[in-house]
């Protein structure tokens, strides 16, 4: 099984992320997603800058796949997802059904992102006719889930699972990250840079609900699959979600759980979606 990095889904400064790549060259990680998924108005890093990296980490030995943005709201981010369909250089994920589109009529091998929100073999092998060579189950679907659709699945078509970070539960046009500071979106002062892993919503009980991040809504609690990954069939990809701190940490349990050792991190778990249950839960499983 392989292990990839997700596309950052936080808005960290340039050399942060910089350095953050950097040290990705170095983990034992074989694919990358790079580029901004979120929110079009995070530019650190401008395109060519995503380019340099993808070829930085491709000459480390990884493959690279420039991810697009799973919200298209303006004419600039239409083009500015043309743009990265034309690379020339890499594969691209789709996150929206508008990137399907254009890749499917430049007839480009591409990844079906989790955001496609695939729940069933017919949507898949639509897909995959459509040029898919890859596909990411959506978090929130189950092991049940994911069996039923294997069951139907083009055998060519690779099956990446999201086994560790925040889960990214929703997007919407507004930035709630914003109107946290009584901001409009469009003078946002990107205060999301601000919150290298999101900003924690608590309950009135002073619970761990829910984390913001610009137009996204994730999960609290990381969301956890090392220990189920060893034993699920058919899944050829573990997916692990960037984080500010701690990420060699992360990408070396995974290798150990793959190799059917124990994990040993720490940290306020989840992996209810998994198992059918509500995705805030945490069912034991075996080491």
Known sequence: MKISLGPNLFYWPKQTTLDFYAAVAQMPVDIVYLGETVCSRRHELRAEDWLDVARQLADAGKEVVLASQALIESESDLKALRRLVDNGEFRVEANEMGAVRLLAEKKLPWVAGMSLNVFNGHTLNLLAQMGATRWVMPPEASRETLAGILADKPAALETEVFAYGRLPLAWSARCFTARRFNLQKDTCEFKCIDFPDGMLLKTRE??????????????????????????????????????????????????????????????????????????LELVETAS
């Not at 809504?217 to 990954?229: F, G, H, Q, V």
């Open 206 to 279: 002073h619970q761990d609900f829910l984390v913001i991040n610009g137009i996204q809504t994730m999960s609290a609690k990381t969301y956890n699959l090392l220990r189920e990954m060893p034993q699920a069939a058919g899944v050829e990809v573990l997916r692990l979600s960037p984080q500010a701190q701690g990420m060699a940490e992360v990408v070396a349990a995974a290798r150990r759980a793959l190799a059917g050792a124990s994990t040993d991190l720490a940290g306020d778990y989840c992996n209810g979606f998994w198992h059918g249950q509500p995705g």
